[in-house]
């Protein structure tokens, strides 16, 4: 069967608001001095928590719970499954033996640009499993929390992010890995009637502000406590 173009490791699509190649550069720098017990991988809304490349929606939030712990962020804005592959081919977890990994990937799956028509929920889902297949192999020992996408606008992606994050449970509660754990917070990026929390995020649409970052951390902490 063939694979999906999300399992297929590729550089760059898109460009961004900052350099990719200097960014990879930088985090291939990284990893030969630091020995992280936490990594994050993930597009722009794990590449803005903190204040790396001058954009930190959440910089305080992380100070505050990552600032004392050996904590690598492996977030770039705009990747899609494909580009973290490629990123984890070329060194970005050389020298890492984590505790845990945070992965949160996917939602640029649906976001359509002149680069880039968009993928079905299940072509966007082969790609986030063969990411955690890669992690496991670079890191057996590391816990795996897969996140579910986070709420977005407009409403037709977040169509395509409810199919996902369906898919994803039922990898996770299926799975033989048993350092596999799925965290989905949709609930709490809601309002009590169930419609999108625009109070939480940044852009109103898509990436959390601090409040947002700090449901974030906190749902973490009860996973990083016992570990680290």
């Not at 630091?34 to 930190?56: C, L, M, P, Y």
């Not at 100070?63 to 081919?89: C, H, I, K, P, S």
């Not at 350092?179 to 852009?203: R, V």
Request: glycine share 6%; hydrophobic share 40%; net charge negative.
């Amino acid at each position: 069967m063939k694979l999906p173009r999300t399992c297929i490791p590729c550089e760059k699509i898109e460009n961004d608001a900052y350099d990719w190649y200097a960014r990879h550069d930088a985090k291939l720098e990284e990893v030969k001095n630091k020995r992280a017990d936490i990594v994050f991988i993930g597009d722009s809304i794990t590449h803005f928590w903190n204040n790396e490349n001058g954009i930190g929606y959440g910089a305080d939030v992380w100070e505050e719970f990552y600032g004392r712990r050996a904590v690598l962020n492996l977030g770039f804005g705009f990747d899609r499954t494909q580009n973290m592959l490629w990123r984890l081919d070329h060194g970005e977890m050389a020298n890492q033996s984590p505790k845990v990994i945070v992965v949160n990937a996917g939602t640029n799956q649906f976001s359509y640009t002149p680069n880039y028509s968009g993928d079905t929920p299940q072509e966007a889902f082969e790609g986030v499993k063969a990411l955690i297949e890669k992690l496991s192999l670079l890191a057996p020992q590391a816990e795996i929390i897969l996140m579910a996408l986070f709420p977005r606008l407009p409403e037709e992606k977040q169509l395509c992010i409810n199919e996902l994050n369906k898919l994803l449970k039922a990898y996770a509660d299926s799975s033989q890995k048993e350092n596999l754990h799925f965290l989905d917070l949709t609930a709490k990026f809601l309002y009590p009637d169930g419609s999108f929390n625009t109070e939480l995020y940044q852009d109103r649409r898509c990436h959390p502000n601090s409040a947002g970052y700090r449901i974030w951390a906190n749902a973490l902490e009860p996973f990083f406590k016992p570990l680290i």
